[in-house]
T-cell receptor, first 112, second 116 residues
Framework: SQKIEQNSEALNIQEGKTATLTCNYT??????LQWYRQDPGRGPVFLLL?????KEKRKERLKVTFDTTLKQSLFHITASQPADSATYLC???????????FGGGTRLMVKP | DAGVIQSPRHEVTEMGQEVTLRCKPI?????LFWYRQTMMRGLELLIY????????DSGMPEDRFSAKMPNASFSTLKIQPSEPRDSAVYFC??????????????FGSGTRLTVV
């Protein structure tokens, strides 16, 4: 069966360091992968999309990599700030359409 | 645009009662999705509409759940009768019609449903 795995344990890092979150998947051949941020009591917010033919994508302090051989995406936040504290979710399309299945998310805590 | 608007924000109801959740997608977005989020199961896709037509409702847990989209600017998710295990946060999301994944979803703020 299709599975998306994100580390369920919270990631605690010091302000200014780089946070790296992992998204692993099985039984998918995704054309793209998306990352979202969710704050408590709010809906997820779309951050980045990376396609299968893109190895890396950047947006300000965010960097996403996509390795279709390893079936893994890494999400990096450089120069992290306490305001980056949130839960980050990866999402993959279920099939050729645009229905997304979300991973369980990883909670990031950036301490000042 | 005010984004995806959901109402009510919170709903507390007694077991057996009917619950109706409402969603107004972003104008011009042709795709609408209903998700349910719990600690145990995360975000689960319930149903997907494209151009007001239900395309995939395989995530709807039981016949007690139904969803409609009578026009491009309004959708409802109804639970009748409600049960305590339906307690969750229900999200509505919309995106431009797309089969290539060029766009992300825009989520509403959710409805926190508690069935007692």
């Amino acid at each position: 069966s299709q599975k998306i795995e994100q580390n369920s344990e919270a990631l605690n890092i010091q302000e200014g360091k780089t946070a790296t979150l992992t998204c692993n998947y099985t039984n998918y051949s995704p054309a793209y992968l998306q990352w979202y941020r969710q704050d408590p009591g709010r809906g997820p917010v779309f951050l980045l999309l990376i396609r299968e033919n893109e190895k890396e994508k950047r947006k300000e302090r965010l960097k996403v990599t996509f390795d279709t051989t390893l079936k893994q995406s890494l999400f990096h936040i450089t120069a992290s700030q306490p305001a980056d504290s949130a839960t980050y979710l990866c999402a993959l399309p279920r099939n050729a359409g645009n229905m997304l299945t979300f991973g369980g998310g990883t909670r990031l805590m950036v301490k000042p | 645009d005010a984004g995806v608007i959901q109402s009510p924000r919170h709903e507390v109801t007694e077991m057996g009662q009917e619950v109706t959740l409402r969603c107004k997608p972003i104008s011009g977005h042709n795709s609408l999705f209903w998700y349910r989020q719990t600690m145990m199961r995360g975000l689960e896709l319930l149903i997907y509409f494209n151009n007001n037509v239900p395309i995939d409702d395989s995530g709807m847990p039981e016949d007690r759940f139904s969803a409609k989209m009578p026009n491009a600017s309004f959708s409802t998710l109804k639970i009748q009768p409600s049960e305590p295990r339906d307690s969750a946060v229900y999200f509505c999301a919309s995106s431009p019609a797309d089969a290539g994944g060029r766009y992300g979803y825009t989520f509403g703020s959710g409805t926190r449903l508690t069935v007692v």
